[in-house]
C-alpha cells in the first residue's frame, strides 16, 4: 500500500481526505486504483490520451516522476506519491 | 470599483467570481484575471494614466484591484536608461535597459508582483502572507508585509547562504529553513496554503500576482513615449513576467494607446534553460532539467507557465537564447562598465542573451531594443567575485602614487595604441 498526497482540487472526490492509501506496481496503476475507488480523479490527473496532465505534477517520494519513468514509474510498499498542481515559484 | 469581471483558467476557459484560488477545479490550470476592456474604452487613455503618481499603480486600470492600493506605493516607475554606450559596444543604435534593479523596496521586479498580490491579499482580508523563494521574492514579501503590519511567513530551502537570509530576515518575518530543494519547499507550500489559510503570494492569490508583472511592460511603453519597442528581450525564469510584458503590450494596442508590433525574446541561463531547449526544438512540451548555473534567481528546472513563454514568444515572432555563466559574468561587467548598472546574473543573462541575439542576426541592428534588468548585483557579490580588477595597492606617498599613474598609463596606450 502506497500513501498518496492528495491536493485541496482532488479533495472533493475523496470526501475531503487529505490522504489516501492506494494500491499498484506502478504510479500508472494507482492512478487506475485511485479512480476506481474515487471515481473521476483519473480524469483530472490525465487527459484523452493518458498522459498526465501539463499542469499537474507527480512526486514520489519526493521525486518527480518526470525525473523517473513518468507514469510506469514503479512504486512499492511504505512509498509516499503526492499529487501537486503546477506551482510558479518566486526566487 | 475596478473594469474586473473574474478570473477565468488560461487553458480551458472554465470561469470564476474573483476569489483567491490559482488553480482551476476543471483541468488544473492556471487562472487569469479577466477584465472588461469595452469598459475601459475612452476611460482609460494616456491622459488618464499620466495623471496618476509615477508608481505602478499608475496602471490600477488594468490591475485586479478594487479600491485604493495599500502597499507599493513607490514600486515600479523605475528608470529606462537610454544606454548609447552598451549600444556601441554591441554594434547597435538605438538601445535601452528597463531598470528594475533600484525598484523600492527590495531592488528586484518583484517588488511590483509583491505589491498588487498583498494589496489583493489585503482585500481578500488575508492577515498573513507566504512564499517559497530563496531571495528577491521573500525579500520583498518581507518588506512589504512589514510596511503593511501584515504576519509573515517565509519558507527557504535549509542551505541557503547566511547573507540571502538576512535579506530577508531583517524585516522580521518567520523564516522556516526546509530541508528539500528549492521544489520541495514549494511543494510544501501548496500544502500550508491549503491547511493554514495564508496568502501565499505565488501559490493562492498568483492570479492577481502576476498581473503585477504588466506594469513592467506598460511602463516601457509609457517612457519610450507610448510607443513600443521593435524588440524586447525578457529572462524566463518561472514564465512569470514575460508572458505578462506580451498580455501589457496587447491591452495597450486593444485600448488605442500605442500602435505597432514587439519582438519578445526569452533569455535562460544555459544551466536551466528548458524553455529555450523547446523553442529550439520546435516543440510545446517543456522538458524539465536539474537547475545548475550562478544565475541562481532564474533557476527554475520546471517552469510552470514555460508554456506560455513559448506562445508568447511565437506569436510575437521573437526567438530566445542561453548564456553560459561565462557569458553571464562577462555581461555584467559589459553592462557595468558601459552604463553605470550593476546586475545580478538574471541581468547579466539578459544583456548576454541580448548580445547573441544580434551577433546572430536575429535582432537587426538598425531597430529599437529593450534589455529587461530585473534585479540588483549588490545582492549577488559572489557572481563577480574573483573577476573584477583588485585595487593597486601604494604606501602614502606622492611618488608611488606618480609611479602607479605613469604604469597605468602608459599599460593603457599599449593597450589601444
Known amino acids: 500500500m502506497v500513501q498518496v498526497r492528495v491536493p485541496t482540487p482532488l479533495r472533493k472526490l475523496t470526501g475531503g481526505a487529505d490522504s489516501v492509501e492506494a494500491d499498484g506496481a506502478s504510479v500508472a496503476a494507482i492512478v487506475r486504483h485511485l479512480d476506481e475507488h474515487y471515481p473521476g480523479m483519473k480524469d483530472r490527473i490525465c487527459d484523452e490520451s493518458g498522459a498526465v496532465r501539463r499542469f499537474v505534477n507527480i512526486f514520489v517520494n519526493g521525486e518527480d516522476i518526470r525525473f523517473l519513468q513518468q507514469l510506469d514509474t514503479p512504486v512499492k510498499t511504505g512509498d509516499e506519491l503526492s499529487i501537486v498542481p503546477a506551482i510558479a515559484g518566486g526566487r | 470599483m475596478s473594469y474586473v469581471k473574474g478570473l477565468r483558467c488560461r487553458e480551458c476557459g472554465s470561469e470564476q467570481p474573483v476569489e483567491p484560488l490559482h488553480v482551476c477545479d476543471v483541468c ?24 496618476h503618481p509615477r508608481n505602478l499603480w499608475r496602471y490600477r486600470d488594468l490591475l485586479p484591484i478594487e479600491g485604493e492600493p495599500k502597499i507599493g506605493l513607490h514600486s515600479g516607475f523605475t528608470p529606462l536608461v537610454r544606454a548609447d554606450r552598451l549600444a556601441a559596444a554591441l554594434g547597435v543604435r538605438e538601445l535601452y535597459v528597463k531598470d528594475d534593479s533600484v525598484n523600492h523596496p527590495t531592488f528586484s521586479y518583484k517588488d511590483r508582483v509583491v505589491s498588487v498580490a498583498i494589496s489583493k491579499a489585503m482585500e481578500f482580508g488575508f492577515t498573513t502572507v507566504s512564499c517559497a523563494s530563496t531571495g528577491n ?147 510545446d512540451l517543456i522538458v524539465p532539467v536539474k537547475p545548475n548555473t550562478i544565475a541562481k534567481s532564474i533557476a527554475i528546472g520546471n517552469p510552470a507557465d514555460g508554456y506560455y513563454v513559448l506562445k508568447a514568444v511565437r506569436e510575437s515572432g521573437g526567438w530566445g537564447e542561453a548564456a553560459t555563466d561565462e557569458e553571464i559574468v562577462a555581461a555584467i561587467h559589459l553592462l557595468a562598465r558601459t552604463e553605470g548598472i550593476f546586475t545580478e546574473p538574471a541581468g547579466g543573462t539578459t544583456v548576454a542573451v541580448t548580445k547573441k541575439l544580434i551577433e546572430q542576426g536575429r535582432i537587426p541592428s538598425d531597430e529599437s531594443i ?39 598609463q602608459a599599460s593603457q596606450q599599449a593597450s589601444t595604441g
Open chain 2, 28 to 51: 488544473f490550470g492556471p487562472y487569469e484575471v479577466v477584465y472588461d476592456y469595452e469598459a475601459m474604452r475612452g476611460h482609460v487613455t494616456r491622459e488618464s494614466i499620466e495623471r
Open chain 2, 137 to 283: 521574492l521573500a525579500n520583498s514579501v518581507s518588506a512589504h508585509a512589514a510596511r503593511a503590519g501584515l504576519g509573515c511567513y517565509i519558507f527557504i530551502p535549509h542551505d541557503l547562504e547566511q547573507g540571502k537570509v538576512i535579506g530577508s530576515t531583517v524585516y522580521g518575518p518567520r523564516a522556516v529553513a526546509v530541508r528539500g530543494n528549492y521544489d520541495d519547499v514549494n511543494r510544501l507550500c501548496s500544502e500550508v496554503a491549503d491547511k493554514y489559510g495564508w496568502a501565499f503570494v505565488n501559490i493562492n492569490v498568483r492570479p492577481y500576482y502576476t498581473e503585477g508583472a504588466k506594469t513592467y511592460g506598460f511602463e516601457v511603453a509609457e517612457q519610450l513615449g507610448w510607443r513600443l519597442p521593435q524588440h524586447i528581450v525578457v529572462p524566463t525564469a518561472g514564465g512569470t513576467i514575460l508572458p505578462k510584458v506580451a498580455k501589457a503590450f496587447d491591452e495597450l494596442r486593444h485600448l488605442g494607446l500605442v500602435e505597432g508590433d514587439c519582438k519578445i525574446y526569452t533569455a535562460q541561463a544555459a544551466g536551466s534553460a528548458p524553455v529555450v531547449h523547446a523553442l529550439h526544438r520546435d516543440t
Open chain 2, 370 to 408: 529593450v534589455i529587461s534588468v530585473t534585479g540588483n548585483g549588490y545582492k549577488t557579490l559572489e557572481a563577480v567575485t574573483g573577476t573584477v580588477t583588485p585595487p593597486f595597492e601604494i604606501p602614502a606617498r606622492l611618488s608611488d602614487f606618480d609611479a602607479l599613474y605613469e604604469r597605468l
